[in-house]
């Protein structure tokens, strides 16, 4: 079984890594074969993976993307390029990712889709279901055709709203140009897949998975202490990597904070620093520890806290939330995109969005009882150990990889 991995990038980015855990454990079990091909990034010494677009290529195509609003148009050459790779590697299946971002020319779909090889294309957001972003928000113009586009400044920035174009243009990728199984890591996105399709593709939805034996529990006194955290003070964490992005709306996260009743508390950010003085009222302590560099530093960081928030707007399925779970770390946050799947009831508390005073009496409830939290903590542990381990993870796909190589669609 062969099979070659598309995806923007290689290492930058969640649906890199997503991408990247896949294939390492796809070429780690036996007579099992992935490669990688990726197109922005800097280069790999790895001989599984090449990186086949044209760097100029990406960057006008970008250009004209801004200019235009057209995606996916403008990486001829390194279209062309990526076409010769399948055709000499001949894989058994090709796993697409990301295509958006700069790399491909969206007339990918139709020359695969000729090749008559079984194509599986995960979505890692909602790029592919609009005719512009990467994240709605409240907007449902992408189920009726967008167009008069609301913000045209988020990803892919434009001056032009071309949208109403590519809504078009996008439908013909889901079931039209070529026939690809669609994968999406929660119920959510694949409820809106299966919806945008009508019906053209299967859609199958696979949980991701992360590295359950580097993120686990771990003595919450010693990483606190290499952290420079106080051992006596119970932890509030939030993570982004820049505080700034509205999507992750940081700023319900510091609101929720000043309604906050419980004794010897603190909060903790992980990203971009920013100045939160005219956020918090005098009472809160806040510490930001800033950028965290690797997998075994965040489960450092995931372990020092009692509670981990997620006060994400927009979101499909956060890796850091599977995190959090596998180092027993109950999530607070908002009820978005696929983040009730991961956080039940019995692993934390979610509340609507937007919700801050809503956000703030579920901290507060779960730092004044300790046994609730412990609880749920457990809970956490054993449902990311269960759920979201990397080899459930990799057999999922594999398995969907031998039936469509064997004719099933």
């Known amino acids: ?75 001829w050459l390194s279209t062309r390029r990526l076409l010769r790779l399948i055709r000499d ?13 700069y790399y491909l020319d969206l007339s990918i779909a139709r020359a695969v889709g000729e090749l008559e090889i079984p194509i599986v294309w995960t979505l890692h957001d909602a790029w592919p279901l609009t005719g512009r972003c990467a994240y709605f928000f409240e907007c449902d113009r992408w189920k009726t055709g967008c167009g008069h586009c609301p913000d045209l400044r988020s990803y892919p920035r434009t001056f032009i709203d ?6 078009r243009r996008k439908r013909e990728l889901l079931g039209g140009v070529w026939s690809p199984v669609i994968a999406t890591p929660s ?62 709306g940081a700023r319900h996260f510091f609101e929720c904070l000043n309604s906050v009743q419980a004794n010897e508390w603190m909060a903790v950010t992980v990203g971009k620093k920013v100045d939160v003085r005219r956020m918090l009222n005098s009472q809160v ?68 969005p937007r919700d801050a005073q809503g956000l703030g009496r579920a901290i507060t409830r779960l730092l004044q009882d300790d046994v609730l939290r412990e609880k749920m903590g457990e809970n956490c542990r054993a449902r990311a150990v269960a759920e979201y381990s990397i080899s459930k993870f990799r057999d999922r796909y594999v398995s969907l990889y031998h039936e469509i190589a064997e004719g099933g669609r």
């Open 1 to 75: 079984m062969r099979v070659l991995m598309v995806n923007t990038e290689y290492t930058r980015g969640g649906a890199a890594r997503i991408a990247r855990t896949l294939h390492e454990t796809v070429n780690a079990s036996p007579n099992r074969e992935s490669l990688f091909a990726y197109g922005r990034g800097p280069k790999r010494q790895d001989s599984q993976a090449v990186r086949f677009a044209f760097q100029p290529e990406a960057y006008f195509h970008a250009l004209l993307t801004r200019l235009t609003g057209m995606q996916g148009y403008g990486t």
């Open 89 to 101: 590697c001949k894989p058994d299946v090709i796993h697409f990712h990301n295509i958006h971002g």
């Open 162 to 167: 071309s949208s109403a174009m590519m809504w």
């Open 285 to 352: 302590e806040i510490k930001q520890l800033g950028y965290v560099a690797g997998s075994e530093a965040m489960a450092k960081v995931y372990n020092a806290a009692d509670l981990f928030c997620i006060t994400s707007l927009d979101d499909n399925f956060p890796t850091t939330v599977l995190e959090s779970l596998a180092c027993g770390t109950p999530v607070v946050g908002f009820r978005v995109g696929g983040i009730p799947e991961q956080v039940t009831d019995d692993c934390g508390i979610l509340v609507e």
């Open 187 to 248: 119920q959510w996105l694949g409820k809106l897949a299966s919806e945008a399709s009508a019906g053209r593709c299967r859609v199958e939805v696979i949980a991701n998975g992360i590295d359950t034996q580097l993120f686990q529990p771990r003595d919450r006194s010693e990483v606190r202490e290499e952290l420079g955290l106080p051992d006596g003070k119970k932890v509030v964490l939030f993570a982004a990597a820049d505080l700034a992005d509205e999507r992750k």
